[in-house]
T-cell receptor, first 116, second 117 residues
Framework: EPEVTQTPSHQVTQMGQEVILRCVPI?????FYWYRQILGQKVEFLVS????????KSEIFDDQFSVERPDGSNFTLKIRSTKLEDSAMYFC??????????????FGAGSRLTVL | AQKITQTQPGMFVQEKEAVTLDCTYD???????LFWYKQPSSGEMIFLIYQGSYDEQNATEGRYSLNFQKARKSANLVISASQLGDSAMYFCAMREGTDWGYQKVTFGTGTKLQVIP
């Protein structure tokens, strides 16, 4: 079964440091997303990416965040200068087409970020 | 206003019994989609079931069914014959909009289901 893979599974960093979270979406998928989940809270949309550009972003996704698809397979989330409140589980997801019907968000297992 | 409301933070159900997890939503779009995801203690998000706003029949996937009441804006998940492995967090979610590339999916706060042997 095709899956979305994320690395690292857990990263601990110091406040102010840059972090890059990596994702390999399902190979034939065209839409890519990042979500985050602060411990015990709901899953929050960060950004969607299609056709090599951001198609939608939330108010959480400020100038400290950026996304990139540097090659044909990886999709990365960069946090330039981490804050304590960035500590969360970050989920990458992908979909074959516009979400709905047969096209659903397939999530990776998540990358847990701990900012000290 | 909350787009997705899940009013049950926690639920218990006896093994082999059916359980209904509530979800109400708020949107002014005519075209939207509703999802349920399961998050076990291991943390991954597992897709369970999808209902489109124009679908006339309630969606079903194995032991999962979605009780879609459009006028009430509710999309409750029904799990029949509960199993111990169903113990998890369950999230209701909604996709709004029809624009190509508009792909934001909003999640509710979740319901923690515990299945009792």
């Amino acid at each position: 079964e095709p899956e979305v893979t994320q690395t690292p599974s857990h990263q601990v960093t110091q406040m102010g440091q840059e972090v890059i979270l990596r994702c390999v979406p399902i190979s034939n998928h065209l839409y890519f997303y990042w979500y985050r989940q602060i411990l015990g809270q709901k899953v929050e949309f960060l950004v969607s990416f299609y056709n090599n550009e951001i198609s939608e972003k939330s108010e959480i996704f400020d100038d400290q965040f950026s996304v990139e698809r540097p090659d044909g397979s990886n999709f990365t989330l960069k946090i330039r200068s981490t804050k304590l409140e960035d500590s969360a589980m970050y989920f990458c997801a992908s979909s074959d087409g516009p979400v709905g019907g047969a096209n659903v968000l397939t999530f990776g297992a998540g990358s847990r970020l701990t900012v000290l | 206003a909350q787009k997705i409301t899940q009013t049950q933070p926690g639920m218990f159900v006896q093994e082999k019994e059916a359980v209904t997890l509530d979800c109400t939503y708020d949107t002014s779009d005519q075209s939207y989609g509703l999802f349920w995801y399961k998050q076990p203690s291991s943390g991954e998000m597992i897709f369970l079931i999808y209902q489109g706003s124009y679908d006339e029949q309630n969606a079903t996937e194995g032991r999962y069914s979605l009780n879609f009441q459009k006028a009430r804006k509710s999309a409750n998940l029904v799990i029949s014959a509960s199993q111990l492995g169903d113990s998890a967090m369950y999230f209701c979610a909604m996709r709004e909009g029809t624009d190509w590339g508009y792909q934001k999916v909003t999640f509710g706060t979740g319901t923690k289901l515990q299945v009792i042997p």
